[in-house]
């Protein structure tokens, strides 16, 4: 008798539970604006407190020195920041990239709006870095066959904007035309494929770079870029990046 009951009690739950539900909830919300006008908790403010000062003493260690401020509307088709940007991801993501797949990356190609801020002249801090790159922008490699590599070179020419690269020359003539390119000094051979560190957002086709979706490999180091800005920075006691030759274009 015990267990008809328990029985009937579980197909009554078993047939309530399959019921279509008839009940209308109406859900609202609305937007609060957070300003200086909202007072602060003074027990929240209490217990972080320690750990803000440690993170702004942190970011605020002087690593370095500027010997002069940079920005990237200093110049045309390359820029000192762009410059220095470029060839520290190269220096920095290279020996990542070789001990993992026995390979050297041939060239990097960054772009010019993730450059966020100026670097300034004087003390260089982790600081910076975070200013100068705020986003969590990492570095990728992409394997890509040379038709792609003169779709990348035929970008720049349009662009005709200083997207930082490094180990790449790229020169045009007067009507925008690329009429040399190399790679580490060398002819680029567009029969062959080339490795380019790049950032996750441009190999997905950001800023209309739809040549990295014809990658053959991508390769993810798990390497942000403001991270290996840092690395460069607790290494080099003066930053003093130059606009060069790398991407010019004939006057005459």
């Known amino acids: 008798m015990k267990f008809t009951n328990l029985l009937l009690v579980s197909v009554l ?7 279509t539900p008839t009940d209308v909830y109406k859900i609202e919300g609305k937007n609060v604006n957070i300003t200086d006008s909202i007072q602060a908790d003074a027990r929240i403010e209490t217990f972080i407190k320690p750990y803000r000062e440690h993170i702004n003493k942190d970011l605020d260690s002087i690593l370095g020195y500027s010997v002069d401020t940079y920005s990237k509307s200093d110049g045309h088709l390359n820029t000192a920041i762009g410059n220095l940007m470029a060839d520290v991801v190269y220096q920095e993501a290279d020996p990542v990239f070789f001990k993992r797949t026995g390979a050297h990356i041939d060239f990097v190609l960054l772009n010019h709006g993730g450059i966020r801020s100026i670097i ?3 003390a260089i801090t982790k600081r910076t870095a975070f200013e100068v790159m705020p986003f969590e922008n990492s570095i990728v490699v992409s394997k890509l066959p040379g038709a792609q590599v003169q779709e990348l070179l035929d970008y720049l020419a349009r662009a005709k904007r200083a997207h930082p690269i490094s180990k790449l020359k790229i020169l045009l003539d007067r009507e925008s035309n690329v009429i040399e390119s190399a790679v580490d000094g060398v002819a680029i051979d567009f029969n062959k494929t080339y490795y380019i560190a790049t950032n996750d957002y441009l190999i997905n086709g950001g800023d209309g770079m739809d040549f990295f979706k014809s990658s053959e490999e991508v390769i993810v180091l798990d390497y942000k870029i403001r991270n290996a800005l840092v690395d460069y920075f607790m290494k080099t006691d ?12 004939l006057k005459d």
């Open 13 to 19: 739950l078993l047939a309530l539970s399959c019921k």
């Open 238 to 249: 003066t930053l003093n990046p130059v606009a060069d030759d790398r991407f010019i274009q």
């Open 120 to 122: 300034s002249k004087g």
